[in-house]
């Protein structure tokens, strides 16, 4: 089993819709959690990330933590053509003297007209 | 300020090929990474390095080596190329190794092995 695990989608809605992303966890040890965004043949780039259970909001989008269901979402409103790309999920661990990222695969979205 | 560079952008090997992937960075980063990523597995840590002169092995690094001579360059070589190394390669980099110093990642490199 893998330590997170993401849908891979791909998820398709309308612009404006509100968009739920989601993944799961299995190590009670990680510590921060974040959301990359990597648009099509580019390097993901840090949206978000968090460090408790709750709720961070920048903009359009929300990151929420549920430590208690080892459970993370990013949330988007008013969707944009824009927000098209492929988001990751990624858990943070120190180990080694760095700290750590472990990603989800990734769930590609597309935001049409 | 470029950010992190990567060369080649694409590139085709034959089996039993080597080559050597760039990785640039003009930000002073101490810390650099290369990860690899394939279809459903996510980004996956090959080889890291915490500073100039140093190296680590990441969570796949059979079949790379890599090579830290210079704070702002980080190479990964691969000796013998295998069709299962066919991937996309990232190179990132991050100030420091806490867990609030942010990676960023290079446009990176697609390698076929054939």
């Known amino acids: 089993q893998k330590e997170v695990e993401q849908d891979p989608g791909p998820l398709s809605v309308p612009e404006g819709a509100i968009v739920s992303l989601n993944c799961t966890y299995s190590?009670?040890?990680?510590?921060?959690f974040m959301w990359y965004r990597q648009y099509s043949r580019k390097g993901p780039e840090l949206l978000m990330y968090?460090?408790?259970?709750g709720n961070k909001e920048d903009g359009r989008f929300t990151a929420q933590v549920d430590k208690s269901s080892k459970y993370i979402s990013l949330f988007i409103r008013d969707s944009q053509p824009s927000d098209s790309a492929t988001y990751l999920c990624?858990?943070?661990?120190?180990?080694?003297?760095?700290?750590?990222?472990?990603f989800g695969a990734g769930t590609r979205l597309a935001v049409h007209p | 300020n470029a950010g992190v560079t990567q060369t080649p952008k694409f590139r085709v090997l034959k089996t039993g090929q080597s080559m050597t992937l760039l990785c640039a960075q003009d930000?002073?980063?101490?810390?650099m990474y290369w990860y690899r990523q394939d279809p459903g597995m996510g980004l996956r840590l090959i080889h890291y390095?915490?500073?100039?002169?140093?190296?680590a092995k990441g969570e796949v690094p059979d079949g790379y080596n890599v090579s830290r001579l210079k704070k702002q360059n980080f190479l990964l070589g691969l000796e013998s190329a295998a069709p299962s190394q066919t991937s996309v390669y990232f190179c990132?980099?991050?100030?420091?190794?806490?867990?609030?110093?942010?990676?960023?990642f290079g446009p990176g490199t697609r390698l076929t092995v054939l």
């Open positions: 968090t460090y408790s259970s």
């Open positions: 190590n009670s040890a990680f510590q921060y």
């Open positions: 990624a858990m943070s661990l120190f180990s080694g003297g760095y700290n750590k990222l472990i």
């Open positions: 930000m002073n980063h101490e810390y």
């Open positions: 390095s915490v500073g100039e002169g140093t190296t």
């Open positions: 990132a980099s991050s100030p420091r190794g806490g867990a609030t110093d942010t990676q960023y």
